[in-house]
């Protein structure tokens, strides 16, 4: 074991072994003799993995090796200034994935950014704070079988990885909701007086009523300003800026491995009756050599939604089909791996509003856009192999509008009415130029543009959505959570069925899509599981 060693590493001798001509261990007395070891090895540095490895790590008796495929945020300017992070999209920070063409959608291919640097996603995304709602919990108890996960199990965890700034713009917040002792800054960013004095007034007059706090009620109904992961200082507070700060970099039994690509997990399956994780295999890039490290105690992966099936299946978990047809060496079935996977559907209508000097105009500025979005979608998607070569992007099939209720499209549809209703609000048009009449659903600005809203048509407005619906970039559940093999992947502590010492901790166990943004889910189910963890040593 290296003792002496400056967080990140970028030098996988510095922690790891390269591959010996007899391949890597196969029982865990040789990978105890023969590798470095730790306790825990976390695949991923995003919004889990940074939680986990700086919970475990706090009990200096027990080591920790984090790795993480992208590079240290530290040095990376866009990853601080809250909002330059479509900066990174198209970068080596981001993995830069794109579904197979969807039919659905005009055979288009949507790009998908994730975050391939420390904090992950959490570093390069719009910082939304949210819960969800209680109710999405609530159904991974009542529908899913997920005792221990309901809302209130979890509250307890949003509020330990937060650190909540009161804004006295805002007094009607009660922040005995909220946590003050965390390493998460949390608080209020500002709003745009188009916004503010605008929008707001205007949903009010739609119907909508307000909601002071979607965190504090459990209830995400109604219209609310947003909650951001900015900090005192105006930067992100993305999960590595907060849980692997300095000092916690500092530690000694904490060891963070840049530029490392997991190839696979690897199995003892001669001296244990269910197969058991012994440790994990990596390159550095496609043409180098391989390297392996033991894990003592658990291989944890939080490589997200994309990243944890195909590693998965790589190292022999998954269904036998898709093991067959790739000869991988079979471990365990699983029909459930990169399975069920549903992501944000949405559509952008744009309106033309006037500068009021606010800030500097751009070219092509002037442009307001709603995006309703379709947050608990019907359809569900795949994540499934392109080859076994882990440099090749898994082939994402996210399979949009394709529900055979076609509730997706008809709540799509739905949210595009109420836009049209928010924005002819006289408390929000007063902020909008008119746009020449143009009843042509092909015009920029249709249906803003058209002469009668009253008379679109819903057969127009689903034209509309195959032409321009996109994503939200929020897939989860593709290795989800479950009492049984039989309809999941991990059990309730998260433990892949059928193996011993190998957890999911990620997105990728959502046993259903939440109705907001599952950074903060992430941040909590993280916790909760760290603690488990511990208590069970």
Known sequence: MFTRHKNPIHNPLRYAAAERHSGPPVTVAAARRTLPTYDYVIVGAGTAG???ASKLSEDPNITVLLLEAGGDNNKVLETKVPLMFAKLFHTSHDWNYYTAEQQSIAGRRLYWPRGRILGGSSSLNAMMYHHASASDFEEWVT?????????????PHFRAVERFTPNPARPEINTDHHGDAGQWHVGYSWLSPIVEDGFLPACHDAGISPNSDFNSSGVSLGVSRFQTFIDTKGQRSSLATAFLDPEVMK???LYVGCGAYVTKVLFDRINNEKPTAIGIEFQTSRDSVRYHVHAKREVILSGGSINTPQILTLSGIGSREELRKHAIGFVL????????????????????????GEERPVDQAGVFSFVPICLRP?????VSLKSTDIFDHPIIDPEYLT?????DKRVLIAGLRLCLKIMRSPSFERYFEPVPTDDDTSSYWWPYSCSDPNSITDEQLGRFLVERAFTLYHPVGSARMGRSPSDSVVDLQCRVHGTNGLRIVDASIFPEQISGHP??????IAHKVSEMIAKAR
Do not use: M
């Open 251 to 253: 530690r000694p039994n």
């Open 403 to 407: 529900d055979e209720e076609d509730n």
């Open 143 to 155: 529908v899913h079988g997920c005792e221990g996960w309901g809302y209130s199990d979890l509250v």
């Open 50 to 52: 940074c939680v986990l």
């Open 519 to 524: 950074t903060a889910p992430i941040a909590a």
């Open 378 to 382: 019907q359809s569900k998607g795949t």
């Open 333 to 356: 079935a699983n029909d459930h791996v990169g399975k069920n996977a549903p992501d944000l559907e949405i559509i952008a209508a744009p309106f033309s509003f006037s500068h009021h």
